[in-house]
C-alpha cells in the first residue's frame, strides 16, 4: 500500500450505521501536527465521527487508516490516540493524580518516574493544586485540563476532542484556545476536534469540514470557511447568501 | 391549590407506607414475639446449630459461586458483541418466574441421571447430600444474581472504559480498575441480597437433598420439620434467627455501601 509518511490518519470511504442514523462515505486525510475541525449542527453525527476515527465501531464501508494501518486492527490501549469526551469522562473514583498517572501506570512506569511526569504536565496546566481533588469537586475548566494532562502524559499522535469548549465561560475558553495551539507546539501531535461554533473551527484549525446529515460536504482550509463554493445545504448551516460569500471572496476576508 | 393537592398526595403516599409497615412488621413482630421465647431452649439443641452452622455455610459458598459466575456472565453480556443476546438473556432470566420446587425438581432428574452418578463415584454426590444444598441455592440464585450485575455493569459510562481502553489498559485491567471499583456498591449489594436469598432457600432444597436432621438440615428444612411434628416454638425460634442473621447481613450491607461512597466521592 502506498502510504504518505507525513499522513497520519486517512479516511477512506467511511460509512457507520449507529441505530437510525449513519455516517455516509467520509473521505478526509490528517497530515502530521495538523489541526483539523469538524463543523455541524447537533445531531449531525460529529461524535459518530469522532468516535469512528478512534476505532470504537467497526466501519459498515470503507476504512479509518492509521500510519497505514485500519484502525480496528490496532488493540485499544496500542492506538496512541489521546480522546477528550464532551464531559471530559474523568474517572469519578480517582483523584485528578490518580487520573493522569493511570496510563503510565498501567504501562507499568515506576512510581518514581510517574510523579515527577505528573508533575511536569501539571505544572504545564497549571493544575497543580488540584492533583489530590476528585473530579466532582474540580470546575470544568479544571476538569478539561486533568483531562488534557491525562490524556497528553500518554503522548499520543493523535488528540481527539469532542467539543471541548462548549461548556466553558467565554475567558476560560480564551485560555483554552491558546493552550490548544501550545498542545499542538510541545506534543508535536495532530488534532481533530469538532465544534458547532465555526469562530472557534476558524480560529484554531487548519483545515475544516462541514459535517451534515452525517454526510461530509466538503473541506476547506479554514480562511476560507465563507468564501468556497459550499451546496445550499451548507449555506444554510452557515447563515449566508450567494452575494455574502461573492463578496467575501473578493475581498479575501471572512464573514 | 397546587399545594393542598401536593399535600394530599404526600399523605395518601404516608398512609401507604405505614400500611406497608404494618404488615411487613407484623409478620416480623409474630416472629420475634413468640420465637424469642423459645430462643434460648433452641439455641442449646445440636440440631438447631447444625442448621445454623449448614444455613451459613451453604450460603456463603453458594454467593460466592454465584457472584464469581454471575460477574463473568454479566460482563460476556454487557461488554462483548455477542450473537443471539437477547435470547440468551431471556434464556438466563427464563427461571426466576419458576416456583423453586420445579427447580429442585429438574435438579433432581438431572443429577438422578447418569450424570450424577458419575459426580457420585467421583467423590462428588449431589442428591440427598449436603453439597446438593449448595447447587439448590445456587440454580434458583444466578439468575437473579446475573440480573443485578449485569444493571451494575450497565450503570457505569461506558465513555470511561473507552477512555481506559486508548490510556493503555487491556480489557483485564480495564474490568479490574475501573468497572468493578465502579460497580463496587452496586456489587456488595448484589451479593448481599443473593446471601440472604440462600439464606432462606427452601423449595429446591427439599426436592434435591430432602430434609433430614443432622445431614441437609437448614433453618428453613429446621422450620418445616419442627411445624410437622407441631413444634411451633422451636419453627419461630429458627425463624427467629434467620431474621436476626438476615438483619445482620443487611446491616453490613448498608455500611460498606455508605463508607465507599464517601469514599469515592462520586458526588461533591
Redesign the interface.
Known sequence: MNHNSDCLLEIQDLSVRRGNFSLEHINFSLQKNEIFSVIGKTGSGKTLLLEAV?G?YQPDQGKVLYGGIPMCEI???R?H???L?Q?Y?L???MTAFSNIA??PK??GVPKAEIQARVKEIAAQFEIGHILDQ?P??LSGGEQQRVALA??LI?RPSLLLLDEPFSALDPVTKRNMYDMIQKIREDFCCSLIFVTHDFAEAERLADRIGVLIDGRLCGIVKSNELYSAEWDQAVQNFLGISEQNRRDCRDEGRTL | MKRREHNIFQSACMLLTLLTILFIGGNIAVIAFRGIRSLPECLHQSETLFAIYLSIKSACISSILCFLLSIAVSYVLTKTRLFCREVIEILLELTMSLPNIVLGLSMLILFSSPLGKALKSAGFPVVFNSSGVVLAQLVVNLPFAVKLTSTAFRGV?Q??E?????????QG?CFL??LL??CKNGLISAFILVWSRALGEFGATLMLVGVTRMKTETLPASIYLDVSTNNLGGALASAFILLLISAVSLGIANHLARANRKL?????
Open positions: 478512534a470504537f488493540p485499544a490501549f492506538r490516540i489521546g480522546y469526551y464531559d469522562s474517572f469519578p473514583h493511570y496510563g498501567i504501562q476528585y466532582g469537586t491525562r490524556a500518554m | 459510562d465513555k470511561l473507552r477512555v481506559a481502553g486508548l490510556l493503555g489498559a487491556t485491567k480498575t475501573i471499583p465502579l469515592s466521592r462520586y458526588e461533591s
